[in-house]
Antibody, heavy 119, light 107 residues
Framework: QVQLVESGGGVVQPGRSLRLSCAAS????????IHWVRQAPGKGLEWVAV????????YYAESVKGRFTISRDNSKNTLYLQMNSLRPEDTAMYYC????????????WGQGTLVTVSS | EIVLTQSPGTLSLSPGERATLSCRAS???????LAWYQQKPGQAPRLLIY???SRATGIPDRFSGSGSGTDFTLIISRLEPEDFAVYYC????????FGQGTKVEIK
């Protein structure tokens, strides 16, 4: 069964940085695009970013463009999200999710890591 | 950005009943790139349907999706106790966006 395990969340002050990780197993990581999707407490889902299978292409939601950077290390089966200049509105559960075989839907999800931006 | 509007906000039904959930897009969704997810409290979302009507791996056939263009529907033919949850639609024809969710609760 596909496994995605996020880590790195925590409480951080506005304007500071945080890096999330997502460890993948039980599938061929280098063959799939991987996404970050977030969910503010009690709210709906928001797509954040995607990186192509080879790591050469990245796309971002307007709300995080210029502040967040998605990356991956296919030798370590690990995805990252570097979050800079954090804002209170970035407070959310952050999920990594595997991209579908035929488009940018999300066929497997991790359990999420909580990021709280507060002074 | 394509805005997805789900209705109703809450659906109160009994086990065994049929649930009909709607998702309307602000503009046409190309190639019917529309997915549905189920989310239970404290859990990650689970993919149910992609491509508007294709069931994901392991999803029971009581879940079915239909629609095209701007109007899409998820039907749960006979509600089981484990189906009471929040359901989200998502389009991926352009930069992905989600609907606000429909909560299916026990009547």
């Amino acid at each position: 069964q596909v496994q995605l395990v996020e880590s790195g969340g925590g409480v951080v002050q506005p304007g500071r940085s945080l890096r999330l990780s997502c460890a993948a197993s039980r599938f061929t990581f280098r063959s799939y695009a991987i996404h970050w999707v977030r969910q503010a407490p009690g709210k709906g889902l928001e797509w954040v970013a995607v990186i192509s299978s080879d790591g050469n292409n990245e796309y971002y939601a307007e709300s995080v463009k210029g502040r967040f950077t998605i990356s991956r290390d296919n030798s370590k089966n690990t995805l990252y999200l570097q979050m800079n200049s954090l804002r209170p509105e970035d407070t959310a559960m952050y999920y990594c999710a595997r991209g579908g075989s035929s488009g940018w839907f999300f066929d497997y999800w991790g359990q999420g890591t909580l990021v709280t931006v507060s002074s | 950005e394509i805005v997805l509007t789900q209705s109703p906000g809450t659906l109160s039904l009994s086990p065994g009943e049929r649930a009909t959930l709607s998702c309307r897009a602000s503009q046409s969704v190309s190639s019917n790139y529309l997915a549905w997810y189920q989310q239970k409290p404290g859990q990650a979302p689970r993919l149910l349907i992609y491509g508007a009507s294709s069931r994901a791996t392991g999803i029971p056939d009581r879940f079915s999706g239909s629609g095209s263009g701007t109007d899409f529907t998820l039907i749960i033919s006979r509600l089981e106790p484990e189906d009471f949850a929040v359901y989200y639609c998502q389009q991926y024809g352009t930069s992905p966006t989600f609907g606000q969710g429909t909560k299916v609760e026990i009547k």
